[in-house]
């Protein structure tokens, strides 16, 4: 069974940062591509960020390009998503997702999800 686990979400002002973090099995961290996707009160979710399992690609949405940085560290089992100059539209409740398969377009499993805000 795949478990995934998130944290870091919150309330923070537009301009400022939030690093979430997404922790699993060494396993699953071996063997499958990891990434972030986002939904937004009355919209669907959608592709953030992923991560190829050995590490070596990224993928961004473009509305994220440049503000947002994902990352593996392998000692830990666990995915980090730096979240840099954070809009208000940025505000969703984000999941970590797994595929074993590259590239993520969409999840085979899925963490709780952790909630963002962003005020302006």
């Known amino acids: 069974q795949v478990q995934l686990v998130e944290s870091g979400g919150g309330l923070v002002q537009a301009g400022g940062s939030l690093r979430l973090s997404c922790a699993t099995s060494r396993r699953t961290f071996s063997t499958y591509a990891m990434g972030w996707f986002r939904q937004a009160p009355g919209k669907e979710r959608e592709f953030v960020a992923a991560?190829?399992?050995?590490?070596?690609?990224?993928t961004y949405a473009d509305s994220v390009k440049g503000r947002f940085t994902i990352s593996r560290d392998n000692a830990k089992n666990t995915m980090y998503l730096q979240m840099n100059s954070l809009k208000p539209e940025d505000t969703a409740v984000y999941y970590c997702?797994?595929?074993?398969?590259?590239?993520?377009?969409?999840?085979?499993?899925w963490g709780q999800g952790t909630q963002v805000t962003v005020s302006s």
């Open positions: 997702a797994v595929r074993r398969a590259w590239p993520l377009t969409r999840g085979d499993y």
């Open positions: 991560i190829f399992w050995g590490g070596g690609s990224t």
